[in-house]
């Protein structure tokens, strides 16, 4: 398995592509979109926070990147036609769809099974993994118009092997990584290549919630994640299908 964490994106590794990355607005995401940018792709900003996308946008415009668009959309109350309009849209716009990074998720707290409200379960598997299904539905015409595209799913540890207290979150990520080995074999004649993507302990804020007394400071930067994003979305991983890579060591298993 080719590990990659080291790799030297081209500068036009992503030229003329356009790419749809959810949760755009901060943490993984908004260093995804960036780095994206930085290689040439137009950018599909989604998220639920319109300031921060705009943020992410000044940003990437102000970095030299091609003018990205701004998608506002709250995935816990989305809809099958939500999703269907957005596709629309970006057809209308681009004519045309090169890859997808699923990295919004929901984790607002951990908690024991026991005490878990429905509602809230039903809130965590509809983005991390209800949402990443329906996106991936209604774009794959879209993706199937390109030379070749790339979809990359977020996974975590948890997806792995359950962990006491994550809940519906290791639930989403282990359906999740299921949905992601079913597509890449449905599509392995493809020009779409499926893969997932565990980044392992990041300095994001989702982090810093789960774990409020935990010293962020020797953790990993978002930005520092960036070289396996690339080569995912990138044409030079074209061979790899199907596979679950981490952006730690190979063998190392980490929580979020």
């Not at 939500?82 to 984790?107: P, Q, V």
């Not at 639930?171 to 290549?193: F, Q």
Request: aromatic fraction near 8%; charged fraction near 20%; glycine fraction near 8%.
């Amino acid at each position: 398995m080719p590990f990659m964490n080291d790799y030297q994106a081209p500068t036009d590794l992503l030229a003329e592509r356009v790419i749809l990355v959810t949760g755009a607005g901060d943490g993984l995401g908004r260093a995804a979109a960036m780095a994206y940018a930085a290689h040439g792709a137009t950018v599909v900003l989604l998220g639920k926070t319109i300031s921060k996308l705009e943020g992410v946008y000044d940003a990437i415009v102000a970095a030299g990147g091609p003018e990205p668009a701004i998608y506002p959309l709250h995935m816990e109350g989305a809809t099958p036609h939500d999703y269907e309009e957005m596709a629309a849209k970006i057809e209308e716009g681009f004519g045309r769809l090169d890859g997808i990074l699923h990295n919004a998720a929901s984790i607002p707290w951990l908690s024991r099974i026991d005490d878990y409200d429905a509602d809230a379960w039903a809130k965590m598997l509809q983005v991390n993994l209800t949402a990443p299904f329906l996106i991936t539905q209604a774009c794959l015409p879209l993706l199937r118009k390109a030379a070749d595209a790339a979809i990359l799913f977020t996974t975590d540890n948890v997806g792995r092997q359950g962990k006491a207290y994550w809940g519906a979150y290791a639930a989403s990520k282990g359906g999740l990584e299921r949905l992601m080995e079913t597509l890449a074999e449905e599509l392995e004649k493809s020009a779409i290549r499926v893969n997932a993507i565990d980044p392992g302990p990041t300095r994001t804020a989702l982090r810093k919630r789960l774990y409020p007394g935990l010293d962020l400071t020797d953790t990993p930067t978002p930005e520092s994640r960036m070289p396996l994003y690339l080569w995912l979305m990138g044409p030079d991983s074209d061979s790899t299908r199907g596979q679950r890579l981490s952006c730690e060591e190979p063998g190392i298993s980490h929580l979020v």
